[in-house]
C-alpha cells in the first residue's frame, strides 16, 4: 500500500535542482534515480523530459536501469491540470513482477512513499498517464555495519605496503600513506554499498574496491574517488565496449566529461564520472550497486554510472567480469592519502 500526503516543500514549479537530495538527506542515505534525464532509463513510447527537467509519463512502463535491494522510496509528482492521473508501481524481478500499489491522484502535487522487499534485487517500473516525475529516490536497507562501532575489526592491511590504518578517537577509520589497500575480512559478490568519507587534502586520490583478490593489492573493481572536476572542460574518455551476448570486443566508444582521472563515482578505467557532487575535507556518500554484470554508483545521491560489464569472464576484475565474491578494499594511493571513513553499510544480496 502506498502511505502519501501533500509535497508543502514543493514550490509551484518544481525544476531540475529538486530531483537531487540536499546533502543532509544524501548523507542520511537516500540517492536519487531520477536526475533530469531519461539516459539511465527505459522508457516506453511517449516519455520525454519537460523544459523543467520532469520526467512525463506516457500510456506506457518505463523505469530507472538500476538493479537494487530492498529499502524505502519517495516518489514525488506533480498531475496534469483537468485530468484525472493514475499511477502503478511494480517491482520487477528476475522471476517476475511484484506489484508495489496503484494511485490515483487527487492532489496537484504528492509525495508517494513506499518500500521495496529486502530480500531480493530488482528494478522499479512505473506506467500511468497525466504525471509528471519530479523525484525518485531510494534508502537502501543496510543488514551489516563494517565500521561504524567496529573500528579496524574485520579488516586488515594487504602486507608489505606503506599505507597505514588507523582508528580514530571518533570510532573512524583513516588511511595514511600509499601505496597500500585495507581488505575486509569477508566476501562480497552482489550488494549496495554506501560509504560515508571524508578527503583531509584538495584532490586526494583513493578508491573503493570490490569483487577484489584477497590479500592482493588493488585487483578488482574500483569505484574512484577523486573530487576533482574541471567546469566546461571536458575530456574524452576513450572506453572499450563489448557484445552483450558474446561478450566479444567490438570496438571502443568515447565518453565525454569533465571529470579529472575518471572522477568520484567512476568505475576506473570503465566509466568516468558524471558531475561533481562531493567537496574535498566535507563528509560525503559512495553508493555502489553491484549485482551481476550491472554496475551503478552515486555520489551525495547524485547519479554518476550505470554500467554494464559486458567483458568476458576473469577472475581478476581489472582483465574482465567477475561474477565471483571478493573483499572491500579501501585504497591508499600515495604519500599524500588522508581519508576518514565514517562507516561501511552493507546490503547483501548474493
Not at 538527506?25 to 511517449?46: K, R, S
Not at 519537460?50 to 498531475?79: D, H, I, Q
Not at 567496529?150 to 588507523?166: D, E, H, N, R, Y
Not at 555502489?288 to 554496475?295: D, F, K, M, P
Request: a positive charge.
Amino acid at each position: 500500500m502506498f502511505l502519501f500526503s501533500a509535497l508543502l516543500a514543493f514550490s509551484s514549479s518544481p525544476s531540475f535542482p529538486s530531483a537531487l537530495p540536499t546533502p543532509e538527506e544524501a548523507l542520511n542515505g537516500w540517492i536519487a534515480l531520477w536526475d533530469g534525464t531519461i539516459t539511465d532509463w527505459e522508457v516506453g513510447p511517449g516519455w520525454k523530459t519537460s523544459p523543467g527537467g520532469r520526467l512525463v509519463m506516457a500510456n506506457s512502463k518505463a523505469g530507472p536501469r538500476c538493479r537494487l535491494g530492498g529499502g524505502e522510496w519517495k516518489l514525488r509528482t506533480v498531475t496534469t491540470p483537468g485530468k484525472r492521473s493514475e499511477l502503478k508501481v511494480v517491482w520487477r524481478q528476475d522471476e517476475g513482477e511484484k506489484l508495489i500499489g496503484t494511485w490515483k491522484a487527487e492532489e496537484p502535487k504528492t509525495e508517494i512513499s513506499f518500500r521495496t522487499p529486502t530480500g531480493k534485487h530488482g528494478v522499479i517500473c512505473l506506467e500511468g498517464a497525466n504525471l509528471e516525475i519530479v523525484s525518485l529516490w531510494h534508502k537502501p536497507d543496510r543488514t551489516e555495519e563494517l565500521i561504524e562501532g567496529k573500528g579496524l575489526s574485520g579488516w586488515k592491511l594487504v602486507p608489505g605496503k606503506k599505507s597505514k590504518a588507523f582508528t580514530t578517537p571518533e570510532g573512524w577509520i583513516r588511511i595514511q600513506d600509499g601505496p597500500g589497500d585495507l581488505q575486509t575480512e569477508n566476501t562480497y559478490a552482489d550488494f549496495v554499498a554506501q560509504l560515508t568519507l571524508r578527503t583531509g587534502g584538495k584532490h586526494l586520490n583513493s578508491g573503493f574496491f570490490f569483487r577484489a583478490i584477497p590479500g592482493e593489492q588493488w585487483q578488482g573493481y574500483e569505484a574512484q574517488i577523486r573530487n576533482e572536476f574541471t567546469p566546461d572542460t571536458y575530456r574524452a574518455y576513450s572506453i572499450d565496449s563489448f557484445d552483450a551476448k558474446s561478450h566479444q570486443p567490438t570496438g571502443k566508444i568515447e565518453v565525454k566529461s569533465t571529470a579529472v582521472d575518471y572522477g568520484s563515482g567512476a568505475i576506473y578505467r570503465r566509466m568516468p564520472a558524471r558531475s561533481p557532487a562531493a567537496q574535498d575535507n566535507e563528509w560525503f556518500t559512495l553508493t555502489v550497486s553491484a549485482i551481476g554484470r550491472e554496475i551503478c554508483t552515486w555520489v551525495q545521491g547524485q547519479p554518476q554510472v550505470v554500467w554494464k560489464d559486458n567483458r568476458p569472464e576473469n577472475a581478476n576484475a581489472r582483465q574482465g567480469f567477475r561474477a565471483k565474491a571478493g573483499v572491500f578494499g579501501i585504497q591508499g594511493h600515495d604519500p599524500t592519502t588522508l581519508i576518514d571513513f565514517r562507516s561501511l553499510r552493507v546490503l547483501k544480496l548474493d
